[in-house]
C-alpha cells in the first residue's frame, strides 16, 4: 500500500533542467573550450560531485557558486505539468507528500519568494542540510520516511535523474521516471514506470 510520494525538484516538480544546461553550457564553454556537451553530462549530479570532478580549485569554485547563486535568484520556477493538481490529488487521499532535493535552504527562498504557498503543497521539505550524503546515495530518501513516518516500502519516488532513480531504488522504494531531462528509453533501465508529465494522473 502506498503512504507516500516524495518527488525531486528540478526537472520532477519544476521544469528547470533547460534553464540550468543553459547555466553550466556557458561555465564549460569557459573553463572547458575544447569539450563539448559536458553540460549534458553533468545532468542529475550535485555541486559537490561537478566540483570534484571538474573544478578541484577552489578559487574556481567560489567564482562558479557566486554566479549559481545570481543565476538561480533571477530564475523562473514553473511548474511541471500537472504536478500541482496531482500532489493535491494524493493529499487528498490521505497520501503523505514530500520533496527530497539536494538543493540547499538558500535556494528554495527563491522557490518560496515565487511560489509562497509551495511549502503548503508538500508535508515535508528536505534540502541538502538534512542528509549527510547526497544522491545516488539513499539518504535522502530514507530520511524523508523516517520523518513522514512510513517504512520504504510504502513510497513512491518521482525522480528525472540516473542518479535520483538510483537514489531511490537504493533506498527499496518503488521509483517512477519523469522524462523531463532524460529520454523514456534510458530511463527503462532503471524502472518500467516512466511518464513524461503529471497531467495523465
Not at 540550468?20 to 572547458?32: A, M, Q, S
Amino acid at each position: 500500500m502506498i503512504k507516500a510520494c516524495l518527488f525531486d525538484l528540478d526537472g520532477v516538480v519544476f521544469d528547470t533542467e533547460p534553464k540550468y544546461t543553459i547555466f553550466w553550457g556557458g561555465i564549460f564553454r569557459e573553463f572547458y573550450p575544447d569539450s563539448e556537451g559536458l553540460e549534458l553530462k553533468i545532468k542529475g549530479q550535485t555541486l559537490g560531485q561537478i566540483y570534484a570532478k571538474y573544478f578541484p580549485d577552489e578559487g574556481q569554485q567560489a567564482e562558479i557558486t557566486r554566479r549559481l547563486n545570481e543565476y538561480e535568484e533571477k530564475m523562473s520556477y514553473e511548474y511541471v505539468a500537472g504536478v500541482e493538481a496531482y500532489v493535491g490529488k494524493l493529499r487528498s487521499e490521505g497520501i503523505r507528500t514530500a520533496v527530497v532535493t539536494s538543493s540547499n535552504r538558500a535556494k528554495m527562498e527563491q522557490v518560496y519568494r515565487q511560489h509562497p504557498s509551495f511549502k503548503e503543497l508538500f508535508d515535508g521539505i528536505f534540502t541538502a542540510e538534512d542528509f549527510r550524503a547526497s544522491k545516488p546515495a539513499p539518504d535522502g530518501y530514507l530520511t524523508a520516511a523516517a520523518r513522514l513516518g512510513v517504512e520504504p516500502k510504502e513510497c513512491v519516488v518521482f525522480e528525472d535523474s540516473f542518479n535520483g532513480m538510483k537514489s531511490g531504488l537504493a533506498a527499496n522504494m518503488r521509483v517512477v521516471g519523469v522524462a523531463t531531462t532524460n529520454t523514456i528509453e534510458a530511463m527503462k533501465e532503471y524502472t518500467d514506470e516512466v511518464i513524461e508529465d503529471f497531467t495523465a494522473y
